[in-house]
C-alpha cells in the first residue's frame, strides 16, 4: 500500500471544488490545526468532567432550553445545541459543494434531519414530557446501554408506551433492520446517513478528510483497536445480563466497575474528546474508523453479507490519487483502482466521495445485483 498524505488535488470534476476549501487553508497554515485541535478538546473536556467551565455559555441558551425542554440549559444541552447547529451550517456548505450529485443531495439532507430531528429535538420534546432522554438515531453497541438490563427491563416495565416502543425500537432496529439495511446498502446506511458521528464527519470534517492516513500501519493499527473495542462491550453485555438473571454480589461489582471504565475511556476519551478534538490532526472519521464498535459491526456484515461494493473501471485509471487522498476512511482506493479490483472494505463507509473526486469516472459506489 503506498501513503498518499498530501492532497494532490489535478483534475477535480466540476463541483468537487475542494481546492478552494478550508483544506488549502489548513495546508497554508499547519498550525491552525494544532490551535483547532486544542480548543476543541477542551471543549470537550469542559463538557465531560468540568461543565462549570461552561457556565456562561451555558446559561445564555437558559430560553431556549425552557422552551423545548422545560427547565435550564446544562452543558449537555450547550454541547448538543453546538453540535446540531454546526451540522446544519456545515451541511449548507456540504450541499454546496457537492449537492450536484443526488447521491450526496439526498444523504446530505437526511442526515441533517436525523440530526436535527432524532438526536436534537425528539430527545428534548422527550425531557419535557417528563421521560428520559432516549435517542431513536443510536443503537447498541454505539449506545451501548440501550441493551443493558437495567435500562431496557426498566423501560419495557414503565407501563408507558412510549418507553416501551422505544425499547422495542432498540430491539428491533439492532437484530433484523440492521442486517437486512446493511445486506441491501452496506454500512452506509447508517454511517453516512443515520449516525450523528457520521453526520459532524461528512459536514464539519469534510475539509479534513486528506488528513486520514492511508498507511498500512494504519490500516493495522485498525483492526487492533475497533475489533477488540466490540468485543470488550460484548462481554459486558453479555455479563450483565448474566448478573441480572444470576447475580453474584462479587462478580456483580466487577462487571460494574469495568463497564464504569468502558463509559469513560472509549464512550467519553475516545468516542467525545479524542473522536471530534482530534478532527484537525487524523481526520474527521477517527472515531468511527479506530474506535466505534457499531462500525466494527457494520463491516464485517458489509465485508462478508452485503451486495454493496465499489465497482472499478478497470484501465481507466490515472493513478493521480485523489480518491485515495479524499478517502475520509484512509482506503488506499487508488492501488485498488490501479489492479482493476472491486473494492470490499470493512472500513468502507459508502460516502461515495472517492467517486466524485475521480476525474476519470473509474469509481462507481453500488449495491446492485
Ligand atoms: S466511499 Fe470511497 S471515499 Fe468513502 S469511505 Fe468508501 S472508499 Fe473511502
Ligand atoms: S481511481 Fe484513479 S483516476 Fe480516479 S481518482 Fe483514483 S487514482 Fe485518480
Redesign the pocket.
Known amino acids: 500500500m503506498s501513503v498518499m498524505q498530501q492532497p494532490v488535488q489535478i483534475m477535480l470534476p466540476k463541483g468537487a471544488g475542494r481546492s478552494s476549501t478550508m483544506t488549502s487553508n489548513i495546508e497554508r497554515r499547519p498550525w491552525l490545526r494544532y490551535v483547532l485541535a486544542v480548543v476543541m478538546t477542551s471543549f470537550y473536556v469542559c463538557v465531560y468532567w468540568f461543565p462549570s467551565a461552561l457556565d456562561v455559555l451555558t446559561h445564555l441558551l437558559d430560553g431556549f432550553s425552557h422552551l423545548l425542554r422545560g427547565r435550564p440549559a446544562d452543558a449537555w444541552f450547550l454541547y448538543g445545541t453546538i453540535y446540531t447547529l454546526a451540522v446544519v451550517l456545515f451541511g449548507a456548505r456540504t450541499l454546496m459543494r457537492n449537492g450536484h450529485e443526488r447521491y450526496h443531495r439526498y444523504r446530505t439532507v437526511v442526515l441533517v434531519v436525523v440530526q436535527c430531528i432524532a438526536a436534537y429535538l425528539i430527545p428534548a420534546m422527550l425531557v419535557r414530557i417528563g421521560r428520559g432522554e432516549f435517542y431513536f438515531s443510536y443503537f447498541w453497541p454505539l449506545k451501548p446501554e440501550y441493551l443493558f438490563p437495567s435500562s431496557l427491563t426498566q423501560m419495557m416495565q414503565s407501563h408507558d408506551a412510549l418507553m416501551t416502543f422505544a425499547a422495542w425500537w432498540s430491539i428491533v432496529l439492532l437484530l433484523i433492520a440492521t442486517p437486512l439495511l446493511t445486506y441491501f446498502y452496506g454500512k452506509r446506511w447508517y454511517c453516512s446517513w443515520v449516525c450523528g458521528c457520521g453526520a459532524l464527519a461528512e459536514t464539519v470534517g469534510d475539509d479534513l478528510r486528506h488528513l486520514s492516513s492511508t498507511s498500512q500501519r494504519s490500516w493495522t493499527l485498525e483492526r487492533w483497536t475497533i475489533y477488540p473495542i466490540l468485543g470488550i462491550i460484548t462481554i459486558i453485555t453479555i455479563l450483565l445480563w448474566q448478573q441480572h438473571v444470576n447475580p453474584n454480589p462479587e462478580l456483580s461489582s466487577i462487571v460494574g466497575h469495568t463497564n464504569r471504565i468502558y463509559g469513560f475511556v472509549i464512550g467519553g476519551l475516545f468516542s467525545g474528546v479524542i473522536g471530534v478534538g482530534f478532527y484537525p490532526i487524523f481526520g474527521a472519521r477517527i472515531w468511527c474508523r479506530f474506535g466505534c464498535p457499531m462500525a466494527a459491526i457494520l463491516g464485517i456484515l458489509q465485508k462478508y453479507a452485503s451486495r454493496f461494493r465499489i465497482e472499478v473501471n478497470t484501465g481507466q ?7 485515495s487522498t479524499y478517502c475520509e476512511m484512509g482506503i488506499d ?2 492501488s485498488y ?1 490501479e489492479r482493476g479490483e472491486t473494492i470490499k472494505r470493512a472500513s468502507c463507509v459508502g460516502c461515495g466521495v472517492c467517486s466524485t ?4 469516472g ?2 462507481r459506489v453500488t449495491s446492485d445485483e
Open positions: 485509471c490515472i493513478s493521480c490519487g485523489n480518491c482506493v487508488r483502482a473526486v475521480c476525474p476519470r473509474v469509481l
